[in-house]
């Protein structure tokens, strides 16, 4: 009670500076920091920033025996599998505001536990991850037996390791965690069976999320829709939060095709009741967020998309490919093509093409949109 009531009094002695110091009904962000940081709060909101993120942000190194044998399966595919990240926290505390996590349905435990890979070696796995593998629950990983390594091997494990940073860092600006829900195994191993998502599995997933982040701790479906009849209703009436009540926050999306979404949805009108949003066409009653990761071939409708008010997520590189030809026009486009969340294997260089990243001017973790808000902030950052 009487830390409530101290974080009450400082709470309204922070907009009392605001009120009487402070004009927050500026066309721009005055220059005094403190007053930016509450002109910011107050005149900004989730759609109006631009981060950059992580693909495949929990994806371990293969071993390079595995390496190896995977190129005598396929040679391309050893290139596009060949990029790594470091764990969660390190890559939030590097100052990505996106993430990425593929899951796997592993309701017993212990379908993923002998990997096909190591197996034809004659290799076992580590026992911490060997222990993770045989415990129930959905598995974070890229593709069974060959890419199966990361960094968090249980979805409910990541959840608690960005709920952690989350927590010691009450102020960060909202991070969106993107969610590839997969059933299939690209490479057609004869190794562990893959289980489909249908509609039970969706909603266990969304009960790990609910396990982990509370209401007050998530930006969901319905806290943007409120009372409009749609959340692409809400979307297009600026519905998205304000970066005051946004801070500290943390969104899911569920980045899938039409098909699995449609499962996730049900028969709601919009989402109604379920913790992520999802990746549909902007006509959709159920929009709000949009994955274009060609931000050369998207770039109008990236634009069109996010002026009217949607959230996009695009990617500045792909499969390892601009990295290793040093090519930067992606990257550039995507950066400058108005969609909020900018997706990377290259927050940090890989030391073998160590001219190639992604970041944004001067360090800055988060900036105004270069579409909605740029002319608005006085080329400062959003912190």
Known sequence: MRYALAMFFALLGAQAYADTECDLKAAQAPQDEKCA????????????????????????????AEMAQLRTRSSRAAILLDYSHRSL??????????????????????RFADPLGPRTLGQRLDAATAAELAKPGFKVMHIPDFDFRSTCVRFVTCLQEVKAWSDAHP???????????KDDSPLGTSGAQVAKFDAAA?????????????DKELITPDQVQGKHATLREAVLADGWPKLRD????????????????????????????RRMFVNVEESSPAAAYITLNEPLQDAKRIRSAVEAGFIVRTRADADTLEAREGK????????????????????????RFPSYSVRLPDGATTVCNPVRAQKKCGGRAVK
């Open 37 to 64: 940081r509450a002109w910011m709060d107050e005149n900004l909101h989730v759609n109006d920033l631009l981060s950059v993120g992580t693909h495949n942000s929990y994806k371990v190194a293969i071993p390079d």
């Open 202 to 214: 969706f909603d266990a997933l969304d009960a790990e999320v609910a396990a982990v982040f509370s």
């Open 246 to 273: 946004a801070r500290g926050r943390v969104f899911f999306a569920l980045d899938e095709a039409p098909k699995k979404v449609a499962v996730y949805r049900g028969d709601r009108r919009s989402l109604e009741g």
């Open 171 to 181: 102020e960060h600006i909202p991070i969106v965690i993107l969610i590839n829900a």
């Open 89 to 110: 926290t390190e890559t939030l505390d590097g100052g990505a505001r996106q993430l990425e996590l593929d899951v796997y349905i592993d309701s017993q435990g212990g």
């Open 328 to 351: 930067t026009e992606r990257r550039d486009v995507a950066l400058a093509s108005g969609a909020q969340y900018i997706s990377t294997d290259y927050m940090q260089p890989d030391p």
